[in-house]
């Protein structure tokens, strides 16, 4: 124990004063030119850290501000001789120490860049910005092209943003209009309980007497009603259950269906919601946005056939796969459509959906034999939720 705890000092000591190495013999931000400091602290730095080392050096409340005012203030500091501008390069040097260890030891441009390029592929854009203009060994052709690509990346990150704006404004118009049709759905849900529980008691009722006629009829005989009367009579209640029994289970069929319906369009519109949120928090990152990018689900027109699930969730899948920029094409299995469109369908998609729980044995045989036989992708959902639907299309993609 007491070994191990020594030999992890160490280690922390060394890591330590390798990084106080790395620091060494690199710019601080004042030394850089000018014209790369708006680059730099809008792609090395968020907001927030910006703020906190104003108010610090300002020692004001700056939540007035606004970004582009902070961002304004920081990159003045940054080309000054003061406190602050050494705070930013003391920031930027902390924040980014392991690209600086990590370059500390490279004394020529060559493997400079290669140590860019490398890091520009994986997505380390901010430490590698910063750990490279630091550096003495920066060539000018080299500071040439780091701040084109990255000034480059802000012009793409804007247009996504732009469109993750439109995006937004269509799903928030999409869950407006799902909020609206699930209120109408919730009444009709209601007002169908409330009719389906009346005919529930009256079909209580018409049973009781119906077996307290029989009974009556049972104990006075035959006396009271001739055989004739008597057969009608029974004839008449059996016909009035019967139309009350059907009454029943078609009104119990409808609010399973408008059950099933209204938890379709719940499911739905969660789904909107996330995807709207996962909107909102993408467009919210400002400069620091360019410095870790994630590449967004593109499906690239290809063809997603699904075969069976719900018919009241087609719509949703189909919205779904053309959101993601996919051509959706369906297939009920063998129930309306003839079984041998299904071969054509299969063999020319690009990925088969097969919903389990709402498709033939038949059909699931035969998209697997397709799929095998062509090396297709085929995904085989053990319920067709959209939410499932959706986890596992981008699963595949």
């Known amino acids: ?44 730095l968020t907001l927030d850290e910006v703020r906190v080392m104003l108010e610090a050096a300002y020692k004001e409340d700056l939540s007035e501000c606004t970004d582009y005012i902070l961002h304004g203030m920081a990159v003045q500091a940054a080309g000054e001789i003061s406190k602050l501008s050494n705070k930013i390069t003391d920031k930027l040097n902390s924040k980014y120490k392991i ?17 860019w390029d490398k890091s520009y592929e994986e997505g380390n854009i901010a430490g590698a910005y910063w750990a490279i203009l630091s550096h003495s060994n920066c060539t000018e052709s080299l500071l040439n092209k780091v701040f084109g690509e990255v000034h480059m990346l802000s012009h793409l990150t804007g247009a996504s943003e732009r469109k993750s704006r ?34 529930q008691k009256e079909n209580r009722l018409l049973k009781k007497e119906n077996t307290a006629l029989i009974a009556s009829i049972s104990e006075k005989g035959s006396s009271i009603y001739g055989e004739n009367d008597l057969s009608i009579e029974i004839e008449k209640l059996k016909s009035k259950l019967e139309f009350s029994e059907n009454r029943s289970a078609t009104l119990l069929e409808k ?32 400069c620091a946005r360019s410095c870790e990018t994630e590449k967004d689900i593109n499906l690239q027109k290809k063809k997603v056939l699904l075969v069976g699930g719900r018919l009241s969730m087609i719509p949703h899948c189909k919205s779904v796969v053309e959101s993601l920029n996919g051509e959706f094409v369906y297939h009920d299995g063998g129930k309306e459509q003839a079984p041998t469109v299904l071969h054509g369908l299969a063999k020319s998609a690009d990925i088969v959906i097969c919903a389990l729980d709402c498709v033939s044995h038949d059909a699931s045989r035969c ?31």
């Open 166 to 199: 439109s995006e937004i404004k269509e799903f928030e118009k999409e869950i407006e209009k799902l909020r609206f049709h699930l209120t109408d759905l919730k009444e009709k849900l209601s007002n169908s309980n409330d009719k389906n529980k009346s005919l």
């Open 255 to 286: 609010v399973n269906t408008l059950t099933e319906e209204l938890h379709d369009y719940k499911e739905y519109t969660e789904l909107l919601g996330k995807l709207s949120d996962n909107s909102e928090n993408n467009a919210a990152t400002p």
């Open 99 to 115: 690209e600086l260890y990590k370059t500390s030891s490279i004394n020529n441009h060559i493997d400079l860049e290669r140590f």
């Open 367 to 397: 998209v697997k034999r397709i799929c095998k036989d062509s090396d297709q992708k085929i995904i085989m959902l053990k319920n067709s939720g959209l939410s499932t639907f959706a986890r596992e299309l981008k699963r595949v993609v």
């Open 1 to 44: 124990m007491l070994r191990l705890g020594f030999t992890n000092f160490i280690t922390l000591l060394c890591f330590n004063f390798n990084g106080v190495l790395a620091i060494m013999n690199r710019y601080k931000i004042r030394d850089i030119d000018s014209g790369y400091h708006c680059s730099i602290i809008g792609t090395c």
